[in-house]
């Protein structure tokens, strides 16, 4: 049978920084840093593009679709992505929340 979502995607954004009364950063504990979810990653074979946070055009390696996600993959968000029993460590370039999915650039 053939699964929708056959990958799985863990991605780990960078914890934001607030200042302190003192005027000190710290860590903020109240916005969750780490999603995991089943997807269905594909290789870019073609060489296609896509516009990174500066505008400019990137080349990506993986295009990944993962059912809709309140969660929202932070520009250089690190990515662990498991695909056919392998494991690669990469970071997102785009992430968009569509009605009902999700997308991811890596």
Known sequence: MV??????ITITNPVPLTKDADNNWIE????????TSKCRAELNVSSATTSGADGQEV?????IYL????FKGAVNAKVLLQTDGDFFNLRVIRWRNHQLNSQAWL
């Not at 903020?28 to 999603?35: D, I």
């Not at 080349?59 to 295009?63: A, E, G, Q, R, V």
């Open 3 to 8: 699964k929708q979502y056959p990958d799985t």
């Open 67 to 70: 059912p809709k996600a309140t």
């Open 59 to 63: 080349i990506y390696s993986y295009k």
């Open 28 to 35: 903020s504990a109240t916005v969750p840093t780490a999603f």
